[in-house]
């Protein structure tokens, strides 16, 4: 297989995305998939999110997709009540004000419900013979429950894993996990994982945050500061 551009936690941000997609080998051709969180915090989630559909790139399902997953259905019950913590703490209010054509965000949202919580590329290997993993955050332990039953409780905590896990790590010895989820100021890469998420959505007058591509299996690292 060619080589793979993983692409860390968007959050909105459509401008810096394809600034930095730009600076891929074959640009918007180039062999691309997302470790999730292409919405909330970033002011253009909508653009994010019909980018990544349109193009079928892969991507895995991040806990911001799952919250916007949980929440809108409410929202489009009785759209005159915001109170819920995905519009007051997490972004959701920017993803809402991104939309303004309704059956758009349904269609987006049945789309963000058909995404995987990891994706496997047992071809893609590195040099100690780890095939490559993309998942939203990182996957402790708890890989070895994957094929189990999806209501059971194992299953339940590799779900957790995927989606939540931080500060933790876990040599899984077949695979090397890329992830995001948990912002870095460099990427953080060792020999059976790597975090590549910069913050992208972060921007203030001292600090800019970036966006990062990790090229594999050669780990050649490409970012982009924040332009939205």
């Known amino acids: 297989m060619e080589s793979i551009y993983i692409i860390g936690d968007v959050h909105g941000c459509y401008k ?35 980018f990544v559909k349109s193009n079928n790139y892969p991507c895995v ?25 995905w519009v007051i703490k997490d972004g959701g209010d920017r993803t809402l004000k991104s939309y303004s054509d309704l059956n758009l965000i349904k269609e987006h949202l049945e ?16 040099s100690d013979n780890r095939h490559l993993v993309v998942s939203h955050s ?4 708890s890989w070895k429950y994957k094929d189990c039953d999806k209501d ?10 995927c989606l939540y896990s931080r500060y933790k790590s876990f040599d899984n010895s077949d695979i090397f996990n890329v992830f995001g989820h948990t912002p ?5 890469i060792n020999d059976f994982k790597a975090n590549i998420d910069l913050g992208c959505f972060y921007k203030s007058e001292y600090e800019v945050g970036k966006l990062c591509a990790l090229e594999f299996p ?10 939205d």
């Open 184 to 188: 870095v100021q460099n990427p953080q």
């Open 16 to 50: 810096t995305l394809l600034a930095l997609i730009d600076k891929l080998p074959n640009k918007e051709n180039s062999n691309i998939c997302f470790v999730g969180d292409l919405v909330d915090k970033g002011k253009t989630s909508k653009n994010v999110v019909e």
């Open 111 to 126: 789309w963000l419900k058909t995404l995987p919580l990891y994706l496997e590329y047992k071809d893609l290997k590195t």
């Open 138 to 141: 990182h996957i402790l332990e």
């Open 61 to 85: 399902l991040g806990n911001h997709e799952m919250y916007m997953i949980d929440t809108l259905p409410l929202i489009l019950e009785d759209m005159t009540n915001l109170n819920y913590k």
């Open 152 to 161: 059971s409780k194992e299953y339940k905590a590799f779900e957790k894993d």
């Open 218 to 227: 050669s780990m050649k690292i490409y970012t982009q500061e924040n332009v």
